[in-house]
């Protein structure tokens, strides 16, 4: 069976294979997603085995190495670089598990002069322009011009949908020349 570790923060991780064995690596507090009301947190880690790893914590490195030795798949969505300083950025992992595919997906990619910046969902939407695309009718009393919310984290979603087809595409490199990739 795949196996992969999943370090992903929220939900621009939750759509890589439902078929495969995953672990969820979260923080001691658990994903902040899973106490706010209404995330469908169920629906999104449907089949995942948690577990609560404190990587700042040498022993909680050893673990994640550990886990990385054997897996398929290593996800994260943290602030480009974070994994590096944490000891588990791609170099790192790929000296222990060289067949190993790595997926990084952060708000404004791994470079550039934005790549530092947070961002969620709505910050996203506003920023890309999309909330500008759909404006509000002027029936229901909005101006022409004003921004609308796509009602569901539609940036998280496909974000999530990107990445898995990218790991599929890396899991398929891999079966033919042998080695993994970022």
């Known amino acids: 069976a795949a196996c992969h570790g999943d370090a992903r923060r929220f939900r621009r991780g939750n759509f890589q294979g439902r078929a495969a064995h995953r672990r969820l690596v979260e923080p001691r507090t658990g994903d902040w997603s899973r106490t706010t009301p209404g995330l469908g947190t169920r629906e999104f880690n449907r089949n995942k ?74 910050i996203v939407q506003a920023v890309s322009g999309m909330m500008s695309v759909l404006g509000r009718d002027e029936e229901e009393g909005h101006a022409d011009d004003e921004p609308l919310k796509i009602s569901f984290p539609a940036v998280d979603m496909t974000g999530g949908l990107l990445a898995v087809q990218g790991i599929l595409l890396a899991l398929l490199a891999r079966e033919r020349h042998g080695v993994g990739q970022h």
């Open 49 to 122: 085995k948690g577990i609560a790893i404190d990587l700042k914590h040498p022993d909680g490195i050893a673990l994640a190495k550990r886990m990385i030795a054997t897996a398929d798949v290593v996800m994260e969505s943290f602030r480009p670089g974070v994994m590096t300083r944490l000891g588990l950025g791609y170099e790192a992992v790929r000296a222990i598990n060289p067949r190993i595919v790595y997926c990084s997906v952060s708000a404004y990619g791994q470079t550039g002069p934005w790549k530092n910046k947070p961002g969620v969902d709505g």
